[in-house]
């Protein structure tokens, strides 16, 4: 006789599950470490290797020199500034005195100070003339920084030229690398997934099911998630046209069994009920009973009836008769106990009532 505890069916699918889930877990960190050191299997490209380091050393010499240069001549722009306002300060002071001077001497009126008039006056021109040459040297210094500034603008550009070309070559070398890396991650991910299908395929009944079924998750998770971070931008059209081959596939497969399955059932229909009635399995049976549905042809086989004097706009509920033979295909659904004479479901082994054998088939 087949052992039969729904907890400890229960229990054991638990296990199974969890026995699935942790192999799962585990396998996806081995190929995660795994797949996180092929990058150190080669050196990913840096934009300092394509750049033309003989170039850029001489253009940033020449803006070292240039800068050099610049920062000479803005000391000398501060030291002429400086001057200038020492400069403006003499003329300004000093225009002041001619000023209060031209005023006494108006009220004099001396002709004797003429000659002091023009000497002052000279003076004045004097302290006028040296703050327009310090202004004059002040604008030179400032067109050549100006020029400098320009000349290092022009060095800047060749520098940004040159690193454009830099990070236009490393874009390419990027690319080919991240394809190289996503190929040898698919080589070793690839290989998983098709050996994850034939498990579902060949040993979905095998006693080390859940070894398998967790082999099975670490597979679909390592394609179609575990694969994400590390596809390139045309990577999707590799895992989505995978996504879809697997579906035909599959679901071909899916088809193909649920229509050898009906043409079974179709077939099994034909054999006597005596016949069918030693198929029926003892599980199957328990399902059976619990879901008021024949173990053969899977139709319920409680007959509903309604009381045609309960109006139409009445909630009464309909009742139901079990029936002893299922009315679709004929199989014994429940007899009479040899014992006691007590009914039961025919497909069960014992007695439900004195415990005696209903069927001697089932040892």
């Known amino acids: 006789m087949k052992f039969n505890n729904k907890k400890l069916e229960k229990t054991s699918k638990l296990i199974n599950y969890t026995i699935a889930i942790v192999l799962c877990g585990f396998l996806i960190s081995l190929s995660g470490k795994l797949l996180d050191d092929v990058d150190e299997w080669k050196e990913r490209p840096t934009v300092e290797s394509f750049e033309d380091e003989t170039l850029l050393a001489a253009r940033y010499a020449e803006i070292a020199a240039v800068n050099t240069k610049i920062n000479l001549k803005v000391e000398k722009k501060t030291t002429i500034e400086n001057t200038i306002k020492v400069v403006n300060n003499n003329y300004t002071n000093a225009k002041k005195s001619f000023d209060n001077w031209l005023e006494a001497r108006k009220t004099v009126g001396s002709p004797k100070e003429d000659k002091a008039v023009l000497s002052r006056?000279?003076?004045?021109?004097?302290?006028?003339?040296?703050?327009?040459?310090?202004?004059?040297?002040?604008?030179?210094?400032?067109?050549?920084?100006?020029?400098?500034?320009?000349?290092?603008?022009?060095?800047?550009?060749?520098?940004?030229k040159e690193k454009g070309r830099a990070y236009d070559a490393l874009d390419s070398a990027i690319r080919a690398y991240d394809l190289k890396v996503f190929l040898i991650r698919l080589v070793f991910i690839l290989p998983i997934l098709i050996l994850g299908i034939f498990f579902i395929i060949r040993y979905r009944k095998h006693k080390y099911w859940p070894l398998f079924l967790g082999f099975v998750l670490f597979s679909f998770y390592a394609f179609f998630l575990g694969l994400v971070p590390y596809l390139p931008s045309y990577g999707g059209y590799i895992k989505y046209s995978v996504g879809i081959l697997l579906c035909i596939l599959l679901g071909g497969y899916a088809i193909n069994k649920i229509r050898a399955f009906i043409e079974y059932k179709k077939q099994e229909l034909q054999v006597p009920t005596t016949e069918r009635a030693k198929k029926v399995q003892l599980e199957t049976a328990e399902k059976a009973l619990d879901n008021h549905m024949c173990p053969s042809c899977g139709k319920d086989f409680i007959v509903k009836t309604w009381d045609k004097t309960v109006s139409k706009s009445s909630k009464t509920a309909p009742t139901g008769t079990v029936t002893n033979f299922c009315r679709f295909c004929g199989l014994e659904l429940f007899k009479s106990c040899n014992s006691c004479g007590s009914k039961n479901f025919a497909h069960l082994p014992f007695c439900s009532h004195c415990g005696d054998k209903l069927n001697e088939d089932n040892t």
């Open 121 to 160: 006056a000279n003076a004045l021109d004097a302290f006028y003339k040296t703050q327009q040459e310090w202004e004059k040297e002040l604008a030179e210094i400032e067109h050549e920084i100006q020029v400098l500034n320009q000349s290092k603008s022009k060095i800047n550009a060749l520098i940004s």
